[in-house]
Antibody, heavy 117, light 112 residues
Framework: QVQLVESGGGVVQPGRSLRLSCEAF????????MHWVRQAPGKGLEWVAV????????YYVDSVKGRFTISRDNSKNTLYLQMNILRAEDTAVYYC??????????WGQGTLVTVSS | DIVMTQTPLSLSVTSGQPASISCRSS???????????LYWYLQKPGQSPQLLIY???SRFSGVPNRFSGSGSGTDFTLKISRVEAEDVGVYYC?????????FGQGTKLEIK
């Protein structure tokens, strides 16, 4: 069955970097756009970034532009989020989300990123 | 960016009674391809969000038919015909018509 498994979260100091991964199982990964969505502790959902199925297009929310990079390796069925110059306000659970017409039909379990000194 | 505004932000409903959540967008969500990319999600306590409704009114596979979505342009509604205990959680609308995609603030549903 469809499964999205995130990893790479943890505690990191402000200004440092972290790379999240999301491995996909149970579907043809290379035909779906993929998204990252985050949720700060006790807060609502915030869309972060999207990448087209072939990696040809990427979009970001303004607050992460220039600091975060979304990428994918279709040969490994894996989505990535490279997060640089992390700030305290980036602290959140980061979800990997499948795209397509039924956008958000599958979500990962999330990985917690805590930015703190 | 398109701003999504949900009302109410909290809802307390007796089991078996109906419930309704409104979602308004600051711009029309009608895409140039003729589709309207408005989604509804439910985040149950301690869980990842789950898709309920896509493209305004299409129920996702496995979603009970007591959930329905309607609307057009900038005004959208999620209705639950008879609330059950398993429906508690936070409901979010999201627009997928333009980037950045944006979510409503969320509506917390509890059972009275």
């Amino acid at each position: 069955q469809v499964q999205l498994v995130e990893s790479g979260g943890g505690v990191v100091q402000p200004g440092r970097s972290l790379r999240l991964s999301c491995e996909a199982f149970g579907f043809s990964f290379d035909i779906y756009g993929m998204h990252w969505v985050r949720q700060a502790p006790g807060k609502g959902l915030e869309w972060v970034a999207v990448i087209w199925s072939d990696g040809s297009n990427k979009y970001y929310v303004d607050s992460v532009k220039g600091r975060f990079t979304i990428s994918r390796d279709n040969s490994k069925n894996t989505l990535y989020l490279q997060m640089n110059i992390l700030r305290a306000e980036d602290t959140a659970v980061y979800y990997c989300v499948r795209g397509g017409q039924q956008r958000g039909d599958y979500w990962g379990q999330g990985t917690l990123v805590t930015v703190s000194s | 960016d398109i701003v999504m505004t949900q009302t109410p932000l909290s809802l307390s409903v007796t089991s078996g009674q109906p419930a309704s959540i409104s979602c308004r967008s600051s711009q029309s969500l009608l895409h140039s391809d003729g589709k309207t990319y408005l989604y509804w999600y439910l985040q149950k306590p301690g869980q990842s969000p789950q898709l309920l409704i896509y493209q305004v009114s299409s129920r996702f596979s496995g979603v009970p038919n007591r959930f329905s979505g309607s609307g057009s342009g900038t005004d959208f509604t999620l209705k639950i015909s008879r609330v059950e205990a398993e429906d508690v959680g936070v409901y979010y609308c999201m627009q997928g018509t333009s980037f950045p995609h944006t979510f409503g603030q969320g509506t917390k549903l509890e059972i009275k």
